[in-house]
């Protein structure tokens, strides 16, 4: 069963930093791309950014570029999201999503770690 378990979410003052962690299971990790989406308050969700399987090729949303960073540790079977300067815009559930074979958006979402910035 594939199972990814975020964590890391908590209520930060604009300008702070975060990191959040998917810690993964049930599937060869290193064999997909995985990504970070997110999902404020009365929005749609959103990607983030996201990280190949093969290259560690990575990919971000124009709001996010500079101040957020993905990583994986394949070792640990973990994502990772870096997140700086975080202003009260990046306020959002934060879900990581495992893609499908070749980028497929047919994968396996987690559930959601919570990341609230006061102002």
Same mark, same amino acid.
């Given at each position: 069963?594939?199972?990814?378990?975020?964590?890391?979410?908590?209520?930060?003052?604009?300008?702070?930093?975060?990191?959040?962690?998917?810690?993964?299971?049930?599937?060869? %990790?290193?064999?997909?791309?995985?990504?970070? %989406?997110?999902?404020?308050?009365?929005?749609?969700?959103?990607?983030?950014?996201?990280?190949?399987?093969?290259?560690?090729?990575?990919?971000?949303?124009?709001?996010?570029?500079g101040?957020?960073?993905i990583?994986? *540790?394949?070792?640990?079977?973990?994502? @990772?999201?870096?997140?700086?300067?975080?202003?009260?815009? *990046?306020t959002?559930? @934060?879900?990581? %999503?495992?893609?499908?074979?070749?980028?497929?958006?047919?994968?396996?979402?987690?559930?959601?770690?919570?990341?609230?910035?006061?102002?």
């Amino acid at each position: 069963e594939v199972q990814l378990q975020a964590s890391g979410g908590g209520l930060v003052q604009a300008g702070g930093s975060l990191r959040l962690s998917c810690a993964a299971s049930g599937f060869t %990790f290193d064999d997909y791309a995985i990504g970070w %989406f997110r999902q404020a308050p009365g929005k749609e969700r959103e990607g983030v950014s996201c990280i190949s399987s093969s290259d560690g090729s990575t990919y971000y949303a124009d709001s996010v570029k500079g101040r957020f960073t993905i990583s994986r *540790d394949n070792a640990k079977n973990t994502l @990772y999201l870096q997140m700086n300067s975080l202003k009260s815009e *990046d306020t959002a559930v @934060y879900y990581c %999503f495992r893609y499908g074979s070749a980028w497929s958006q047919f994968g396996y979402w987690g559930q959601g770690t919570l990341v609230t910035v006061s102002s």
